[in-house]
């Protein structure tokens, strides 16, 4: 390449430069963890640290943002409000950032203190709100609640607009639209089974509900933390665990029976123990659900609920990085 001259300006290809962070969601690349499990069968995974707040949680932010922008309710310039855990915060505060919306976030003090630092490194402003029966780490029902009365407040003292991800169709329609193709197109259409962690159940929802359109034998299976299994009909014996943004003991709003064949626990332990192996194996620095996501696909390999040649994918969910060390007893 002959060098540039002083005062010119490089020349690039026409659709080499994105526009703006928004052009960096989604189309995340899918990683096999073939040293991670040696086989048979194959865990195929999908990178959503690799979206720009470090999430998946950036797809159904982008989602729920544009079609509030699309309907009318949210107005240019106008504030936007929600509760989180962290990752949804996150990927919110992406959105806003480049759309030009002001962001608060009401979030447990449970939650990761990196988290809010990464929501107020983006612009936004994240209110800590005090737990209710929960420690820093694991985040209870009751917590959650706590957050919600303080961030509906803060919605009515804004006349803001309320993402509500919980309840927002927007949030699966993401996955149905973005994470389930995107997975169908890269296994060349060779997917046996589906294994997710869930929270608000948008990702689960959305990307079951494709892949079974495409092929009704895909099996799909809910990851759930042991003692918190509320889909499996299981009694609340655990709502404190380390899978934080999921398991809160309740069935989500969004949750979609039909689009699920079973569900699948790991417990605290477990997570940890893959969340390392992901790093050691693999070299992939991911968080408590990825970790329980992989547990899950390996339990799922070996369980002769199917072929044992299948091949299982998942998703690691976020960056190790958004998270506290976890306690060394935990990787013994």
Partial sequence: ???????EQPKYLEGDIKASALELIGNTPLVALDRLYTGPGRILAKCEFMNPGA????????SMINRAIASGELKPGEPVVEITSGNQGCGLAVVC???GHPLTLAMSKGNSAQRALHMEALGAKCVRVDQVEGTYGNVTYADVKAVEEVGMKIVEEQNAYFVNQFHNEANADAHYKSTGPEIWKQTGHHVDAFVATVGTSGTFAGTSRYLKEQNPDIKTYVVEPAGAEAIAGCPITKPLHLLQGSGYGWIPDLFKFEHMDGTLS?????????MKL?????GLYVGYTSGANVAAAVKLLESGLIPEDAWVVTLLNDTGLKYTPVPEELFK
């Fill in 266 to 274: 790991v417990t605290d332990e477990e997570a940890v123990k893959y």
């Fill in 1 to 7: 390449m002959a060098p540039i001259e002083k005062n």
């Fill in 55 to 62: 999430s998946i949680k950036c797809r159904s932010s982008l």
């Fill in 97 to 99: 950032a480049v759309l």
């Fill in 278 to 282: 992901v790093g050691e194996k693999e």
